[in-house]
Nanobody, 126 residues
Framework: EQLVESGGGLVQPGGSLRLSCVASGFTFDDFAMSWFRQAPGKEKEWVSAISWNGYSQFYSDAVKGRFTISRDNRKNTLFLQMNSLRSEDTAAYYC????????????????????WGPGTQVTVSS
């Protein structure tokens, strides 16, 4: 399997970015997908999740109302639209697949797989 994230960059506080994650090597629409992030010196943090068909989404309190997760199963691609960015959003962002979708952040934290893509760096700074 392969997951390749892109779309990161340097943005000013209050700005927006759209991240993408292209999947290959597995049947994309068999899996729920999720975004995580990791800031320097900190543990990986769960951000958001989406069901296999895109109908259900779930967000951490830290990003709720500012970030939107979506997917295009025809293109095997996951997205994260990030608006109203803050300095505390600075991190490397990663996508991951899960066998099920749950409205339970602990499910994603406790069932992380061993494989991670290269990630994409988001830096929010003036």
């Amino acid at each position: 399997e392969q997951l390749v994230e892109s779309g990161g960059g340097l943005v000013q506080p209050g700005g927006s970015l759209r991240l993408s994650c292209v999947a290959s090597g597995f049947t994309f629409d068999d899996f729920a997908m999720s975004w995580f992030r990791q800031a320097p010196g900190k543990e990986k943090e769960w951000v958001s999740a989406i069901s296999w068909n895109g109908y259900s989404q779930f967000y951490s309190d830290a990003v709720k109302g500012r970030f939107t997760i979506s997917r295009d199963n025809r293109k095997n691609t996951l997205f994260l639209q990030m608006n109203s960015l803050r300095s505390e959003d600075t991190a490397a962002y990663y996508c991951a697949k899960f066998s099920a979708f749950h409205y339970d952040a602990d499910y994603y934290r406790n069932n992380q797989g061993a494989y991670w893509g290269p990630g994409t760096q988001v830096t929010v700074s003036s």
